[in-house]
């Protein structure tokens, strides 16, 4: 089966943290590491807000199961934080926001 190879150089200071995740693999692995890594990227920037949003829901979907499931074993997770009331000020929803749209672009 034919194949393909393709080569890319790194900027040892501005892209060290990549090099040392791709020195973290195996020769073989770290081409399947880069491939799905490419595929990842593919998806995104080809995504719609659609399937953005479903697979922010199905994320969302798989935390809510867990949270039932540990609260039908009893679990219990201790707060250590001081319980305190707060109100959401403008500028706080204003950067939830921006925050929420920035993870959907």
Known sequence: MPSTSYR???NT???IDLI?????????????VVKRAL???IRDTQSTTADKLERLEDTLAKVLREVVSMKREGMTVQNTEPRTTEEITA???GEIT????????
């Open 91 to 93: 500028s706080d929803l």
């Open 39 to 41: 595929r990842l990227f």
């Open 98 to 105: 921006q925050n929420i749209s920035s993870m959907l672009n």
């Open 20 to 32: 040392q995740w791709l020195d973290s693999f195996p020769s073989r692995e770290r081409t399947v």
């Open 8 to 10: 890319f150089s790194c």
């Open 13 to 15: 200071e501005q892209d």
